[in-house]
């Protein structure tokens, strides 16, 4: 038991990813985006499956502003010149908002020094060090990447495959 428990801790005690590592998935994440944006039909950018629903240009306007919105506000992140207020009406506007985006992102990531990551701060109504808001940002925009992919499942096209590297 003792010897589970000592295997547990070590595997858990090295969970967290290095920032190289980090980067890495962030940059696969830009691709991934690029094409599910890239997969949905041009006649479809505005499709919604409900009423109440974001668009599925509204979902990766979404996501992809959010990362801009999010890392300057908490991350210290310069002034992005990326018009927020904008909404892409092309497919082409898309991609290259989607690219300012997460180019913005990754940018202002590593800047970041590993005190400043650690430093913990108030976001949304909770304490939390910037590293972890490195991993909220990466979690919202799978949550709206997943949800595009869904809509583009929805009109019966296949979407683009995942890859994990």
């Not at 599910?36 to 009423?51: A, I, R, S, Y």
């Not at 808001?133 to 096209?157: F, K, M, Q």
Request: hydrophobic letters at 40%; charged letters at 20%.
């Amino acid at each position: 038991m003792l010897i589970l428990l000592m295997l547990v801790f070590h595997t858990t005690s090295h969970a967290q990813t290095t920032m190289e590592e980090f980067m890495m998935k962030w940059e696969n994440g830009k691709k991934l985006t690029l094409a599910v944006v890239e997969t949905m039909p041009d006649d479809l950018q505005n499709f919604k499956p409900h009423e109440t629903a974001m668009s599925f240009s509204e979902q990766v306007t979404h996501l992809s502003s959010a990362i801009v919105g999010i890392s300057g506000g908490f991350l210290m992140g310069e002034e992005s010149g990326i018009d927020l207020e904008k909404i892409p009406s092309t497919k082409a506007e898309l991609k290259a908002h989607v690219e300012a985006c997460y180019d913005y992102g990754k940018a202002t990531f590593s800047k970041l020094t590993d005190a400043q990551l650690a430093e913990k701060i108030d976001i949304f109504g909770n304490n939390a060090s910037r590293r972890q808001v490195l991993g909220l940002i990466d979690d919202h925009c799978t949550h709206h990447r997943g949800a595009a992919i869904s809509y583009i499942r929805a009109n019966g096209i296949e979407p683009p495959r995942f890859t994990a590297f």
